[in-house]
């Protein structure tokens, strides 16, 4: 069974600094996806970025860029610039991919606090 | 496009007693599932949906019941509910497999109270 780990609960991070959450996950499977996801004080969950296993290239969405290194098994969250409405809990997740659909597999989440 | 729509935004119910989550998506996305989000955990997945007429059981199944007649909706129903099941309920679709866009889009979640 595949599990995602999230080590940091907390950080918090000054406006226009820039920060990195952590994200390890366990597998035996080749082809997937990684995600991170944004869960504001209202409870939605955005969708920040999307990574495919077999693409060597990192993913970037603006502000936000991943370092993904699949023999480690690492997918950590780069925030630059980091805003107040970066606040937030961020969930990193692993989509294990079936023939008809897929499964989502969450961390437990990171408390991401921008202080002015 | 409203995406994933889920009602209702917030319920409290009394041990023992029945209701059924509503969750509609008008993207034609033919996959469908549940979560649940206590406090400190993530996600976890309790009923999915490859399209309709087909159902199978996720991580935390039990005390949960679903159907899909339709591809647009998958409501979630709580059998007799329990103050365990005391949570944030989150529906989600993405389109089929295969596409390269598998990629799950979340509906606002219900928050469900149960005295």
């Not at chain 1, 080590?7 to 991170?36: G, K």
């Not at chain 2, 409203?2 to 509503?22: C, N």
């Not at chain 2, 007649?69 to 989150?90: G, H, K, M, N």
Request: neutral net charge; glycine residues 6%; hydrophobic residues 35%.
């Amino acid at each position: 069974a595949q599990t995602v780990t999230q080590s940091q609960p907390e950080m918090s991070v000054q406006e226009a600094e820039t920060v990195t959450l952590s994200c390890t996950y366990d597998t035996s499977e080749n082809n997937y996806y990684l995600f991170w996801y944004k869960q504001p004080p209202s409870r939605q969950m955005i969708l920040v970025i999307r990574q495919e296993a077999y693409k060597q290239q990192n993913a970037t969405e603006n502000r936000f860029s991943v370092n993904f290194q699949k023999a480690a098994k690492s997918f950590s969250l780069k925030i630059s610039d980091s805003q107040l409405g970066d606040t937030a809990m961020y969930f990193c997740a692993f989509m294990k991919l079936m023939e008809y659909g897929n499964k989502l597999v969450f961390g437990a989440g990171t408390i991401l606090r921008v202080k002015s | 496009n409203a995406g994933v729509t889920q009602t209702p935004k917030f319920q409290v119910l009394k041990t023992g007693q029945s209701m059924t989550l509503q969750c509609a998506q008008d993207m034609n996305h033919e996959y469908m599932s549940w979560y649940r989000q206590d406090p400190g955990m993530g996600l976890r997945l309790i009923h999915y949906s490859v399209g309709a007429g087909i159902t199978d059981q996720g991580e935390v199944p039990n005390g949960y019941n679903v159907s899909r007649s339709t591809t647009e909706d998958f409501p979630l129903r709580l059998l007799s509910a329990a103050p365990s099941q005391t949570s944030v309920y989150f529906c989600a679709s993405s389109p089929r497999a295969g596409t390269g866009q598998e990629t799950q889009y979340f509906g606002p979640g219900t928050r469900l109270l149960v005295l």
